[in-house]
T-cell receptor, first 112, second 113 residues
Framework: AQSVTQLGSHVSVSEGALVLLRCNYS??????LFWYVQYPNQGLQLLLK??????LVKGINGFEAEFKKSETSFHLTKPSAHMSDAAEYFC??????????FGKGTRLSVIA | NAGVTQTPKFRVLKTGQSMTLLCAQD?????MYWYRQDPGMGLRLIHY???????AKGEVPDGYNVSRLKKQNFLLGLESAAPSQTSVYFC????????????FGPGTRLTVT
């Protein structure tokens, strides 16, 4: 069975600072990995996904993530935080023909 | 395309009452899912369906039933609501291709008193 661990339930950064949200996964087969964002009182929106092509994946709103098999990680980064990035972020893994398994989420706060 | 829609958006139930949540998708997706979201718990899978007429249990299926009579609809039922079922419920859909993402609806906020 696959699982996801998101390190840090809450991350706070200053506007313009680097955003780093950590995600580690466990899977017995090559995984597909996803990052979703949830703005207050809304559903989940896909930020980016890794599907075994390039290990560095670029997504919407300037976010990117790097798949590192040796570290079983898929950390999400953005060079410069914007106030509009404040939201909850979820990492998810899919191994084979199974539903997505989500991490518990990381709430990102951006301080002016 | 409307994508994934959920009805209703909000609902308050009393303990022991029953209700059905409706999810509809217009993307011709084969797979559909019901998740619940609770603070600090992320999203947990309740039930899912890989096609019309089929359903399967997820991580937290107890107290819920589902039906997929039509490809575009996936119903989630609570036969006898309990306060522990107070949550935000999300429906999602996807194609059968494993590399493709799940698309989510806007959610239903359910309170059981």
């Amino acid at each position: 069975a696959q699982s996801v661990t998101q390190l840090g339930s809450h991350v706070s950064v200053s506007e313009g600072a680097l955003v780093l949200l950590r995600c580690n996964y466990s899977s017995s087969v090559p995984p597909y990995l996803f990052w979703y964002v949830q703005y207050p009182n809304q559903g989940l929106q896909l930020l980016l996904k890794y599907t075994s092509a390039a290990t560095l994946v670029k997504g919407i709103n300037g976010f990117e993530a790097e798949f590192k098999k040796s570290e079983t990680s898929f950390h999400l980064t953005k060079p410069s935080a914007h106030m509009s990035d404040a939201a909850e972020y979820f990492c998810a893994v899919r191994a084979g023909d199974t539903p997505l398994v989500f991490g518990k989420g990381t709430r990102l706060s951006v301080i002016a | 395309n409307a994508g994934v829609t959920q009805t209703p958006k909000f609902r308050v139930l009393k303990t022991g009452q029953s209700m059905t949540l409706l999810c509809a998708q217009d993307m011709n997706h084969e797979y559909m899912y019901w998740y619940r979201q609770d603070p600090g718990m992320g999203l947990r899978l309740i039930h899912y369906s890989v096609g019309e007429g089929t359903t399967a249990k997820g991580e937290v299926p107890d107290g819920y039933n589902v039906s997929r009579l039509k490809k575009q609809n996936f119903l989630l039922g609570l036969e006898s609501a309990a306060p522990s079922q107070t949550s935000v419920y999300f429906c999602a859909s996807s194609t059968y291709r494993v590399a493709y993402e799940q698309y989510f609806g806007p959610g239903t906020r359910l309170t059981v008193t």
